[in-house]
């Protein structure tokens, strides 16, 4: 396996290795297609990620459900460069009303921080005609969030720090980290 020499001395610890991604996104895989296995008899399933963040979570959850679904990205931004969540959350493209008709949507993020990114998605495509909105997260950060919003299929339960790898980043950075890990604070700080 890759060393990665170039970006772990910015980290201060790794949280979850392949073993227990594998494990996780296993769990996750037979929770979602157990959920919607009798549904998508009457309904369409789309799952809906959230870039960049959640590009290699969707890829490896995707392919451990057992069920006919379609997949779609958007790109939700509130971070600019810092580490905070601004409130104000962009989303491109909109979704599509004909697309949505009758559809289950299950929106697949890299993790619930604030809150408001979730919130603000969750809204959007019930408003615009989806019959069901489910969030899957890959990690959950409890102890930051503002809305009022909670995972439905959730990988881990982080504390307070700054994580990435595994397609989270940060400046950009560290999305290419096969693992899931925490950044040194003085990174960022
Ligand atoms: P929320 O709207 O505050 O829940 O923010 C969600 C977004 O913030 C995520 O999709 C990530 O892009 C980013 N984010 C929040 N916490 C972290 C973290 O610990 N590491 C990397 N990105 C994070
Ligand atoms: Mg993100």
């Given at each position: 396996m890759c060393e990665f020499e170039s970006l772990?001395?910015?980290?201060?610890?790794?949280?979850?290795?392949e073993k227990e991604l594998n494990e996780m996104l296993d769990r996750l895989g037979r929770e979602i297609t157990e959920y919607y296995r009798d549904r998508v008899k009457n309904r369409k399933l789309i799952l809906v990620g959230v870039l960049k963040g959640s590009f290699i979570f969707m890829a490896d959850l995707i392919r451990r459900i057992d069920l006919p679904c379609q997949v779609l990205f958007l790109r939700a931004s509130s971070?600019?460069?810092?580490?905070?969540?601004?409130?104000n959350v962009a989303v491109e493209p909109l979704p599509e009303q004909d697309q949505l008709k009758g559809a289950d949507v299950l929106l697949v993020e890299d993790i619930l921080d604030s809150g408001r990114t979730l919130e603000k998605l969750a809204g959007l495509f019930i408003e615009t005609g989806a019959a069901s909105v489910k969030i899957c997260t890959?990690?959950?950060?409890?102890?930051?969030?503002?809305?009022?919003i909670t995972t439905d299929f959730c990988g881990f339960e982080v504390e307070d720090q700054f994580i990435v790898g595994y397609g989270l980043d940060y400046n950009e950075i560290y999305?290419?980290?096969p693992y899931i890990a925490i950044l040194k604070p003085e990174i960022y700080s």
């Open positions: 772990t001395p910015d980290l201060q610890c790794i949280l979850y290795g971070y600019g460069s810092s580490t905070v969540s601004s409130g890959m990690l959950d950060k409890p102890a930051r969030r503002v809305a009022n999305r290419n980290l």
